[in-house]
């Protein structure tokens, strides 16, 4: 087996139990809170404590991104494994929301596996198989994000839910130990004296199609995280009485599941152009969005959903792609720290937008703004993003 090869099975595996860590403790937090005896503010707390570890995240990706060019991308993947594995399990043992707090900082502080393993991808592969790659690990991404909720679901109905946190500690250590002993990087980045984060930062607004594609993600996020805090209400209206927990869990599934299905359709479909997969499927996710709104079946409410999903497949693969394709080899750990940067300050505004634009204009106003979102993004990308066969080059001179 070629080492590359290997190496995409194995970072398959890692995303994907990386993905579902994240997934079988977050759905859980507010219900968590009550356990620790909040008993105000248990929504304001939610947020905070998510928040913060999106802005930690934000903060700190750009450093780790020039570290993976420095020091290589394999042990960034272990460096925020590691990390993540040992802020979950020490969570079990929290009694406060103070302390929960602090440790979701620091949770934020290590994240960063799924963009290295990213990186590692795109900078181990052979240049023709790069795409295809990259659409098979995001498979194992979206896998753990809809096994996430159904574990946790289970272990918290049976076991309490701080045996969400040991079990996703335990799952992430393990994988993680397996990357350190199998996973094989070839192409090591030359080491530099320093590291001149603000200087990447300079140099990624300088390249017009990263650029592009940067603020392209922030948009993206934007977009998909504002229906966050509406989707659950939207559906419950929809559902039967008694029953808005359980269709709300089927909606996100349904999601995870049409992603897990499109990013290897797309994936095929990019090697003919990333750009004109993203923005088609950038204009097909927003389209798809509007009738939301309307929509009085749960059924026909779950299938545009879908739809959906299997459109942010490419979304999310075309990105990484085109990261991967706007600079040269000694930059792409950077750019995908970037990449990381803006994909966590999109998390964060879009929660919070769709909760005030929900609160002031009603739920069924949300899916129209998420719609504009991610259609203002496929202009954005028409417009500015030139053909990409020429990208690498522009770049690199």
Request: glycine share 10%; proline share 3%.
């Amino acid at each position: 087996m070629a080492y590359w090869t290997r190496n995409l099975y194995i970072l398959w595996f890692g995303c994907f139990f990386s993905s579902m860590s994240y997934t079988l403790v977050v759905p859980f937090m507010p219900l968590f809170l009550q356990d620790l005896n909040v008993t105000t503010g248990v929504e304001a707390w939610s947020g905070a404590i998510l928040s913060v570890s999106y802005l930690m995240s934000a903060i700190m990706s750009p450093i780790w991104g020039s570290m993976a060019d420095r020091y290589g991308r394999k042990a960034m993947i272990i460096r925020a494994g590691f990390g993540m594995a040992t802020c979950y399990a020490l969570q079990y043992l929290v009694t406060n929301q103070y302390q929960l707090l602090a440790l979701r900082a620091l949770n934020g502080v290590f994240s960063g596996f799924i963009p290295a393993s990213t990186a590692l991808i795109a900078t181990n592969t052979p240049e023709e198989k790069i795409g295809s790659c990259l659409g098979i690990v995001q498979t194992g991404h979206a896998s753990g994000t809809i096994m996430g909720p159904l574990m946790g679901g289970l272990l918290s109905q049976f076991l309490g839910m701080r045996m969400t946190f040991l079990a996703a500690g335990f799952a992430l250590f393990s994988s993680t130990f397996v990357v350190a002993l199998l996973v094989r990087e070839t192409r090591r980045p030359q080491r530099e004296s320093r590291m001149h984060v603000a200087q990447d930062i300079r140099q990624a607004m300088h390249n017009p199609a990263l650029r592009t594609v940067l603020i392209c993600a922030a948009l993206v996020q934007v977009g998909m995280t504002t229906l966050q805090p509406v989707l659950s209400l939207q559906v419950a209206k929809l559902g039967q009485e008694g029953t808005a927990a359980l269709s709300a869990g089927l909606i996100y599934s349904i999601a995870g599941i049409a992603t897990v299905m499109g990013a290897p359709v797309w994936a095929r479909r990019g090697q003919s152009g990333f750009k004109k997969v993203l923005v088609a499927n950038l204009l097909a996710a927003g389209i798809f969005n509007i009738p939301l709104a309307f929509v009085k079946s749960i059924v026909l409410f779950g299938a545009l959903r879908f739809a959906v999903g299997f459109s942010t497949a490419g979304i999310g693969l075309s990105v990484n792609a085109l990261t991967s394709k706007s600079v040269d080899l000694e930059f792409r750990g950077r750019a995908f720290g970037i990449l990381q940067s803006f994909n966590q300050l999109g998390g964060m505004f879009g929660p919070m937008l769709g909760g005030i634009v929900g609160t002031v204009a009603g739920l069924e106003s949300t899916f129209g703004l998420a719609a504009g979102v991610l259609i203002a993004a496929s202009v954005l990308v028409a417009r500015f993003l030139r053909s990409e066969e020429p990208v690498l080059a522009r770049a690199s001179a």
